[in-house]
């Protein structure tokens, strides 16, 4: 398997923490060979889906394991699949940002918890019909955890 990167971050936050993501504004900006018209539309949406590669992660580190979430002994110890944490296998985020707007080859959001120069693999918009029908569940220990996360 093969990917490559569509586009770049483009934002102030230049280290890997795990909280206050919600002032952060980036810039979505397409890679040298990507046609700026491959955005055409993304304006008539509000949210999009960014779904990048975590490529600041030590692969030591990047493996499927069960442990505390933010190795906060407190809380329960859980899956690596049942965590929302960088150190994935894959190193694959996903997020859904706000749009703010779009010029030309670049895409401005808010809400991505993606550092400065992360590569990002693909945007797609969000649409009703794809989110989630019913009620969505979570565990009481999510909260704590996503207390700072925007803040």
């Not at 493996?63 to 049942?82: D, E, F, W």
């Not at 960088?86 to 749009?99: A, D, H, M, Q, S």
């Not at 670049?106 to 794809?130: C, F, H, S």
């Amino acid at each position: 398997m093969e990917v490559h990167p569509i586009a770049f971050v483009k934002n102030e936050r230049k280290e890997i923490e795990d909280d206050f993501w919600g002032t952060v504004i980036s810039c979505i900006e397409l890679a040298d060979g990507i046609p700026a018209n491959s955005l055409d539309g993304i304006e008539e949406f509000s949210h999009l889906n960014i779904i990048f590669y975590m490529d600041q992660v030590k692969d030591e580190k990047a493996v499927p394991q069960c442990r505390h979430p933010r190795n906060n002994i407190s809380l329960p110890k859980i899956g690596t699949y049942a965590q929302r944490n960088k150190n994935r296998p894959n190193k694959i985020g996903l997020t859904t940002v706000e749009f703010i707007k779009r010029e030309g080859n670049r895409v401005w959001v808010k809400n991505l918890d993606a550092i400065d120069g992360t590569p990002i693999l693909d945007v797609k918009p969000v649409m009703q019909e794809y989110l989630p029908k019913g009620t969505i569940k979570q565990p009481k220990w999510t909260k704590e955890i996503m207390r700072n996360y925007w803040g």
